[in-house]
């Protein structure tokens, strides 16, 4: 698999500290890891209660039944359970502590005895005056968690007192145990007249290590190898913050009555009523529906890839693969200290790079530090970067040679630790500067059904359902993944259709960024562009001058009455130019215009910033502040399109010298200050789903003008069509725009896979813009004349190839002359890949890269396309066609 089987939905931002707040923060800790406020920390590296929810998971958290008795979640739990594990009877518990403890007191009296293959229940039975043994490991070199049977049969055969035996399917996160040892433990339960209780919180993992290495499982699923190891046993415990992907929560299962009757009246004492155990009805209800997701193949198949990506990127570092993560062998990795390695290895690796490992439960010393992978929560990116900061503690270890236990500790968590401060090399990460919350499972499809899916809507990328679709590059507009701190506001916003608390706010950020006096909030862009058109253009007509067009800008600019006319420099209309500053405009071109018709002639200049249709092509910073003082001698309003002026900002800061220390907030407020207002769908840039706003410098007349026509057509004055919910999301995406490693993680992944395709020899837009990567149709398609449409009939067949929805940006989008009704066939015939924010990682990228240059290794089979159905306006949007012969 060479992408992950979803996208990312929510994320959370990174809080990466200076190496001399990490030394402050472990100082302060007592070097002990397991202490740092996690606020701390850049990437926590526990698999317990960190994995990345589905958005089902988390919608399901919205919907728990919470009552204290009868509980509906319950009841999808116990189904759930039932269908993945096959046990009738559940009992839910707060976590798998309280399972095991639920467990232990039911079924162990004084002095009875506990056989095991993990020391995980010893306390517990201890505790409760019973005795604990653990059995020696056999010597299997795949599974070894096995224990000794003979030695096991031996205890069972001299001591009648044996409650149950415990038997964990990954002992220590690392050591598993097969299918047959397991058969083979029961049957001796079975003989010996007691139970075998398993923990299964890494059943899906120990499924997928099955089926890749014993022969007879080869064929089996998932979801049949997971329910065969869970009928072995007599007894399930299951942790939900493991493969369930849950925050918190357990439970236990079995299919005897009696025994559960058993828990079922104690769970009451310890945990709650047997309806809910100590779990929250939503608790239960993520519980449920992670329990089916688990068994996902592609899904279980990714997150073994990623443990087996982490490892391969350790090469060279002692370590066992572990069901979740490396185990590190700390003891080899630190030869020079003499104990307690493993804490001293985590103390290390979080002053490196912010990086926790930690040790928890009993103090003793430990030999191995785990490493676990939050499920679905990393990119392979941030895997590796993670990997290349342990190796490059590994080169410089010998930095550290005294480190001390200061006290007595029971437990891990109370150690204090003193050390040489080592100093180390300064480590910067390279990777997307958040992590992942939540998922959304995209659609597959075979190839077969996606022709057929194609042809349904009329080989229209835009009229393709999403559950079909794998990879969706159809735009960037409103499909961000947004940050929990944005969600965070959303819910905390004043629903009024008054003046609520988040439309000032909103107003204060965004005036703050611009360094405008006004700001209109609306709906989202379009609303914006019809109102400034409507107030600059309608009565007056005129000749409006941008550099290029876009679709609902042109159109907003004809129906109040003007004409658009391009004055976009030349470069942006040859795709193999290599002109870093595509989106500039010529002031020539803007003369011309004052020469053929006049003083007065033009209402206003539409500038936009990187330009989505040459594409995303940047506009130079000294060209903004050029054509503004130009027009300023001829009192023309400069308005810019700023959808994608953080794109821009970044650009000017990579390429232009004079801006490399600025930072991105300093670059944009230069933007804005050559500009007399401006017009923004937030739906990009902005971060958000919903939004927009028509930004104005200072000019009173404008200002009132837009108002009246804002609460004519879109809202309130102080919500423009939005809900108090969407300005605060609005608000938080501003102040995280302005982030540099966000800006530039998200810019980069479009480099990525534009170098990616230009290496291939793909005919693609050059050089390669800030917010998508354009196909060169002409190029790609010289079979298809223009009229028969290749750059549709290219995103057409690009998703019936692989599942990848990516838009048409050419013939069919540039529309017909009004007066002789032929296509205006401009010079780019374009197939837009619009990359999401946030929503897809490298990984995808390389997919989608694959994909397109299979495609273009059998271009001849492309057919081009013709209009069965074609709208007067926006044609692209609702237009069907059929190929033609």
Known sequence: MKAEPHKIKTVKNLNILSYHQREVELREARYNTFNINSSKVAFDMVSQGTSAKSQEQESGSLIGDETYAGSRNFEKLVTAVGDVFGHKYVCPVHNLKGAVKLVTVTMVAEGNKVLSNSSMPQLMVEYENGTFKQIAYSKDSLYTGNINIEELEAELNTDTTVSYIFIDLYVDGYKPVSIDHLKLVKKLAEKYNTKLVVNISYIAELAVLISENDKKFSQKTIKEIVYQISQVAHVCILDASQGARCNIGGLISTNDYKTYEKYMNEVVVYEGLH????????????????????????????IDQQISYFCECLEGIPLYRGADGAYIKSTEFLPNIHKNQAHALAALI??????????DGVYKEESVLPIQIPRLGLTNDQIFNIAK?????????????????????????????????????????????????????????????REEIAKEVGYNTFLLPSKDITIDFLTDSGTTAQTNMQWSMYNEGDETPASSKDYFDLIDVLKDVTGYKYIIPTHQGRAAEHIMSQVLIKGRGGYVPGNMYFTTTKLHQEKAGGTFVDVICDEAHIPTSNFLWKGNIDIQKIKNIIDEHGEGSIPYISFEFSVNLAGGQPVHMDNMKDVYLFCKEHNIPVMSDATRAVENAYMIKKKDPRYLNSSIKEILREMFSYGDGCTVSSKKDYLVNIGGFLGIRDDDEFYK???????????????????????????????????????????????????????????????????????????FLPHIDQDNYPAQALASALFV???????????????RNKKTGKNYRPALELVRLTIPRRAYTNAHMDVVAEGIIKLYNKKETIKGLKFVYEPEVLRFFQGRFEPVD
């Open 275 to 302: 309806t809910y155990g100590g779990m929250a009805g939503r608790a239960m209800e993520s519980f449920q529906i992670g329990i089916h997701e688990m068994i996902y193949e592609a899904q279980s198949k990714w």
């Open 801 to 815: 190839e692989s599942g990848i929805r990516a838009m048409e940006r050419g013939n069919v989008s540039s529309g």
């Open 389 to 449: 900061a342990i190796k490059e503690v590994y080169q410089e270890r010998d930095s550290l040679t005294h480190f001390k236990l200061k006290n007595t500790p029971e437990w891990q968590d109370e150690a204090i630790f003193s050390w040489n401060n080592p100093s180390l090399n300064k480590f910067d990460f390279n990777c997307e500067s958040y992590r992942i919350q939540t998922i959304e499972y995209v659609g597959i499809a075979t190839q077969a059904e």
């Open 705 to 779: 003008k837009s108002l009246s026509m804002l609460r004519i057509y879109e809202g309130t004055r102080t919500n423009g069509g939005m809900s108090a919910g969407d300005m605060a999301m609005h608000a938080e995406g501003v102040r995280e725009m302005i982030d540099f490693n966000y800006i530039k993680s998200r810019v980069e992944q479009t480099q990525y896979l534009g170098k990616m395709l230009f290496d291939a020899g793909i005919p693609v837009v050059e050089p390669i813009g800030t917010h998508a990567v354009f196909l060169d149709a002409k190029r």
């Open 350 to 359: 979080y002053l490196k790079a912010g990086i926790r490992c930690l040790l």
